[in-house]
């Protein structure tokens, strides 16, 4: 079965406006860990933002916010105010809490283009 | 501080040869991963290695295989290669290792896109 699901292929959005982006994961675990990763045509990974199973808050780093649905199993990626820099694919990814279990499992992604 | 590097960033070789990729880590992250990505099959962990062990490996044959140095660097070797090893892999280093940490970012290297001929 998928650990993490990304249901959105590609998306377009309109430079300035915000988009969300979608994740839902599947775990046992009580203690883990979600991230968010950029990558762009360059094929750098870039991290973006991390959320832990235990977090009450939603995480926030600058245009990047998190939607934290924990009973719903939802991580949904939230950019606002889209620059044309933001055309990238984006990678959702989860690190489950188990002894020596480190690796992270990764989304199918997905594509955003930002429109002028 | 200068990020993950790794070498080379491009190759191009033929099935049956094998190819070394190398990985340098951020200074102090003892923790190194490699993950395979094509466009059929997405992102797969490959394995991870920590002070110079491996702890953990994905669902790959035993023709890929890596190691660690005492400086953290790491290396993967894939042998015998075959069309489908064409891929972009990529190393992630990390500060520390535990589950759910936020210290535990992964932080990735450019890649090296490797074309099996």
């Known amino acids: 079965a998928q650990k993490i699901t990304q249901t959105q292929p590609g998306m377009f959005v309109q430079e300035k406006e915000a988009v969300t982006l979608d994740c839902t994961y599947d775990?046992?675990?009580?203690?883990?860990?979600l991230f968010w990763y950029k990558q762009p045509s360059s094929g750098e990974m870039i991290f973006l933002i991390y959320q832990g199973s235990y977090d009450e808050q939603n995480a926030t780093e600058g245009r990047y916010s998190l939607n934290f649905q924990k009973a719903r199993k939802s991580a949904n990626l939230v950019i606002s105010a889209s620059q044309l820099g933001d055309s990238a694919m984006y990678f959702c990814?989860?690190?489950?809490?188990?002894?020596?279990?480190?690796?992270?499992?990764f989304g199918a992604g997905t594509t955003v283009t930002v429109r002028a | 501080k200068a990020g993950v590097t790794q070498t080379p960033r491009y190759l191009i070789k033929t099935r049956g040869q094998q190819v070394t990729l190398s990985c340098s880590p951020i200074?102090?992250?003892?923790?190194v991963s490699w993950y395979q990505q094509t466009p059929g099959q997405g992102l797969q962990f490959l394995f991870e290695?920590?002070?110079?062990?491996?702890?953990n490996k994905g669902n790959f044959p035993g023709r890929f295989s890596g190691r660690q140095f005492s400086n953290s660097r790491s290396e993967m070797n894939v042998s015998t290669l075959e069309l489908g090893d064409s891929a972009l892999y990529l190393c992630?280093?990390?500060?520390?290792?535990?589950?759910?940490?936020?210290?535990?970012?992964?932080?990735f290297g450019a890649g090296s896109r490797l074309t099996v001929l």
């Open positions: 775990t046992s675990d009580q203690s883990y860990g």
């Open positions: 200074s102090g992250h003892r923790s």
């Open positions: 992630a280093s990390s500060l520390v290792s535990g589950p759910s940490s936020g210290a535990n970012v992964l932080t």
């Open positions: 290695y920590f002070s110079e062990t491996q702890r």
């Open positions: 990814a989860m690190r489950e809490g188990r002894p020596n279990d480190y690796k992270l499992s």
